[in-house]
């Protein structure tokens, strides 16, 4: 079963930097997706960025290219989002998804989805972790 535990957020002044962390576990491959979502109240969640494991090969949404980074740790456990130059919209709720369809990560520069819909959109996803930025 695959488990997705995200860490690391806060409130943090804007102008500063943040770094979430995903604890992934239970994949028994490597031939994953996983990536970063972003969800502002009452907004859909949003692709933000992720990476396809067994490739490497990285994915961004053009409007988080630059402030946004995503990484995944030598062991391929551990998925962080960078967050630099942090902006007042950037508060959030940031997800961390896995799905095996190596076509998800293509889309998921272009996702966005609400409710149930995200579950059918990746099929594992973490709780969450909230990023609040204050002025």
């Known amino acids: 079963q695959v488990s997705l535990v995200e860490s690391g957020g806060g409130s943090v002044g804007e102008g500063g930097s943040l770094r979430l962390a995903c604890k992934i576990a239970?994949?028994?491959?490597?031939?994953?997706?996983v990536g970063w979502f972003q969800q502002r109240p009452g907004k859909e969640r949003e692709g933000i960025g992720g990476?396809?494991?067994?490739?490497?090969?990285?994915y961004y949404a053009d409007s988080k290219k630059g402030r946004f980074t995503v990484s995944l740790d030598n062991d391929e456990t551990t998925l962080t989002l960078q967050i630099d130059r942090l902006k007042s919209w950037d508060s959030a709720r940031y997800y961390c998804?896995?799905?095996?369809?190596?076509?998800?990560?293509?889309?998921?520069?272009?996702?966005?989805?609400?409710?149930?819909?995200?579950?059918?959109?990746?099929?594992?996803w973490g709780q969450g972790t909230q990023v609040t930025v204050s002025l």
């Open positions: 998804a896995a799905d095996p369809s190596p076509r998800k990560c293509e889309l998921l520069p272009r996702l966005s989805c609400s409710g149930g819909y995200c579950s059918r959109a990746f099929d594992n």
């Open positions: 239970g994949l028994t491959t490597r031939d994953y997706c």
């Open positions: 990476i396809f494991i067994a490739s490497g090969t990285l």
